[in-house]
């Protein structure tokens, strides 16, 4: 019969490809429609995974594309640091819409741990103070000023020290806590105070995911979130907000943190914010972006191409209300999974599409993974203990029962 051609290119990766990347499936993807993908052999998976979190408006969407085809004709690169265009204006002014009541002013990068960096400088220039204080279980990137702030799993950390001055303090992950939501958020807070009045003259911002995402996506209790935005007007800290991957309705609201009705000073999203293509951005209040020209620049940000993709996937997520469709079918979802009847699974947790299922252990989550796709089911893992379900947005209950029906059937063999 031959080899099979994902069996090829999984040894050619093996050969000239980084090992430090994290592959949890075998699956080697070839292309992508809605919420399903194919692999390079033909198979069908459905995907409650939407790539990490990216493909929000649902894989090689329509829109998309046709926004990525217009532009290619007249430019994909133009040097935004240095020259005027108006998709990257276009594209702030969208951006603009969405975000609260007094943010004025973009920050484009090119990912995640980028817009970041972003913040983290701003904070740091704006204040003019030294220290940032995150959360146990943060997950905020890989280069070295947000690995500062990552917490997530010792491996992302190991043997890069010394970081930038960092510190953190315990979030509110009650399950693992062994503590009720509430109790958990009070010694939460007591912590974080602890840490502020110590630094009190030289605290430039407390950074936090209002969703942790990597660590489990532990869902905070909204007296914690409300506690922090509190602490930091009293001690005179700016309030940053990681919604990299809670962002853009994942959470039924643009930004997780209007869940628990609380405001930051500086938020920073990337992943679903361009259908797909490589984009991030750093959003403050025009007070705060004050730095002067040369502070901070890069080369790709506000690329044409990926501006021109998250005009037109904004535009699709609002079209097509997202944020009720998330709310809706993740209500379902969590609704059928906390009916299921089996000793493996120990809590269901998430807001939105951003589903967090805790399981005894490891090995039991592992399987599970394992097990579904080979049934045709892409899950990721998360934390400990945890798979995490983050499909597109544009899942519908029929899609979201066929998912349900595939996890049932691999819980009956662990």
């Known amino acids: 019969m031959g080899t099979k051609r994902s069996d090829s290119i999984r040894a050619r990766d093996a050969k000239v490809v980084s090992p430090s990347l994290t592959r949890e499936l075998p699956v080697v993807f070839e292309r992508g429609s809605g919420c399903d993908v194919w692999d390079a052999d033909g198979k069908r998976y459905l ?12 894989h090689s969407n329509k829109e998309v594309r046709k926004a990525i085809t217009r532009q290619l004709q007249k430019g994909i690169h133009c040097a935004f640091s240095d020259f005027y265009a108006d998709v990257p204006v276009s594209f702030c002014e969208k951006l603009l819409e969405q975000m609260p009541k007094g943010f004025g002013k973009v920050f484009l990068s090119n990912s995640g741990t980028e817009s970041t960096e972003a913040a983290y400088k701003l904070a740091r220039w704006h204040t003019n103070k030294t220290w940032v204080i995150a959360f146990e279980g943060a997950f905020h990137g890989r280069t070295m000023g ?5 917490k997530s799993k010792p491996v992302q950390r190991d043997r890069y020290s010394p970081f930038l001055p960092v510190v953190h303090t315990p979030f509110p992950y009650a399950y693992k806590m062994r503590m009720e939501p509430e109790e958990c958020s009070q010694y939460c807070l007591s912590k974080l105070e602890d840490k502020m ?3 009190r003259n030289d605290l430039a911002a407390v950074f936090m995911e209002p969703v942790q995402g990597e660590s489990g996506y532990v869902v905070p209790p909204t007296s914690f979130v409300k506690g922090v935005r509190r602490l930091c007007d009293e001690y005179h800290a700016l309030l940053g907000m990681d919604d990299v991957q809670a962002g853009c309705w994942r959470t039924g609201k643009f930004l997780a943190e209007e869940n628990f009705k609380v405001n930051a000073d500086v938020v920073w999203l990337s992943k679903a914010l361009a259908g797909g293509m490589p984009i991030g951005a750093t959003v403050a209040r025009n007070e705060i972006m004050d730095w002067p020209p040369g502070s901070h620049a890069n080369t790709f940000g506000g690329n044409l191409l990926s501006c021109a993709a998250g005009i037109a996937a904004l535009d699709f997520m609002e079209k097509k209300r997202l944020g009720d469709n ?17 000793d493996a699974i120990c809590e269901v947790r998430g807001i939105g599409l951003m589903i967090g299922v805790e399981m005894k252990d490891r ?3 592992d399987r599970l993974i394992q097990a579904a796709c080979r049934k045709g089911l892409l899950l990721l893992p ?3 203990a945890v798979f995490r379900i983050c499909p597109p947005l544009v899942l519908n209950k029929k899609q979201a029962d066929e998912g349900l029906e595939i996890i049932k059937d691999c819980l009956k063999n662990i």
């Open 146 to 150: 947000s690995l500062s702030m990552t």
């Open 326 to 342: 998330a709310q809706k079918v993740g209500s379902y979802i969590m609704k059928m999974l906390s009916e299921i009847d089996s």
């Open 363 to 365: 090995k039991s989550r």
């Open 382 to 384: 998360a934390g400990d």
């Open 47 to 58: 995907d409650f995974t939407a790539c990490v979190a990216v493909a929000s408006v649902g």
């Open 197 to 199: 009045r110590a630094l």
